[in-house]
């Protein structure tokens, strides 16, 4: 399987601790950290033609990721 780039834990590696708490003890964190996964899964697979989208389906589904990605970012900030 090859390396699938953006996950959470290698583009916050100073933050690998609190993501962990934040899964244990926030709910909201926990499903925003999931569906992060799942879409980040999703969109590797657009981009290495193994399930391949359109584009405006893939593009789509980068800002949803980016948008996920945002909304963890300001939580690990705050924890």
């Not at 584009?55 to 970012?73: H, T, Y």
């Amino acid at each position: 399987m090859s390396h699938t780039p953006h996950e959470l834990l290698d583009d916050f590696p100073d933050k690998a601790d609190a993501i962990h708490a934040l899964k244990q003890s926030d709910a909201h964190f926990a499903k925003l950290a999931n569906a992060y996964h799942d879409l980040n899964r999703a969109v590797h697979r657009a981009e290495t033609s193994v399930e391949p989208v359109s584009d405006q389906a893939e593009q789509q589904m980068r800002r949803e990721r980016m948008a996920l990605k945002d909304e963890i970012a300001a939580m690990l900030a705050k924890a």
